[in-house]
């Protein structure tokens, strides 16, 4: 079946570091890709989404670009903010049947000031 | 602004008791779904509704059911709450059947004791 991997947390940063979180998926065909985060308290939100290959979603400063050959779909921002601090999943949906979404397990983000 | 909303934040049951998770939206959405999130694991599809009186089992449907009567409502049962049942269940609607953008509700965090 179909299956998301995401590295493991607590990622810790600095504020204005680089962030890359690395999010693999196996599928069959073309599946969606997206990127939801879950600040502290909160439900899930969309942060971005890709829905073919070659393709990046972006949004408040982060972006991901579906990488078909290497099956990855890795989440990246130039300069993290304390505010960015939460957690992060990386999911797919079937572009077929159901459009119900496969997680992957999370990553935290911690930033410090 | 799509609005999703669970009827309680923090629940505690006793094992054997029956259970009812409530989730409404505003927006007329055609999909409604059930995940619990749980440390480690990530989020995990329990029961979706593309319809009203329609449903589908996810991933670990065992030990829940569920019920959706109007277009707008979609409940939750745990029929004999066990304690490994105590998680964070997470409802989520999306507009229509290929539409795959989700929204989420805040969440309840569910404790049997």
């Known amino acids: 079946g179909d299956s998301v991997t995401q590295m493991e947390g607590p990622v810790t940063l600095s504020e204005e570091a680089f962030l890359t979180i690395n999010c693999t998926y196996t599928a069959t065909g073309y599946p969606s890709l997206f990127w939801y985060v879950q600040y502290p308290g909160e439900g899930l939100q969309l942060l971005l989404k890709?829905?073919?290959?070659?393709d990046k979603g972006s949004n408040k400063g982060f972006e991901a670009t579906y990488r078909k050959e290497t099956t990855s779909f890795h989440l990246e921002k130039g300069s993290v903010q304390v505010s960015d601090s939460a957690v992060y999943f990386c999911a797919l949906t079937p572009n077929s049947g159901y459009s119900t979404l496969t997680f992957g397990k999370g990553t935290m983000l911690l930033v410090s000031p | 602004d799509v609005k999703v909303t669970q009827s309680s934040r923090y629940l505690v049951k006793r094992t054997g008791e029956k259970v009812f998770l409530e989730c409404v939206q505003d927006m007329d959405h055609e999909n409604m779904f059930w995940y619990r999130q749980d440390p480690g694991l990530g989020l995990r599809l329990i029961y979706f509704?593309?319809?009203?009186?329609?449903?589908e089992k996810g991933d670990i449907p065992e030990g829940y059911s569920v019920s959706r009567e109007k277009k707008e409502r979609f409940s939750l049962i745990l029929e004999s709450a066990s304690t490994n049942q105590t998680s964070m269940y997470l409802c989520a609607t999306s507009r229509a059947k290929r539409v795959e953008t989700q929204y989420f509700g805040p969440g309840t965090r569910l404790l049997v004791l």
């Open positions: 890709a829905t073919k290959a070659d």
């Open positions: 509704s593309y319809d009203v009186k329609m449903k």
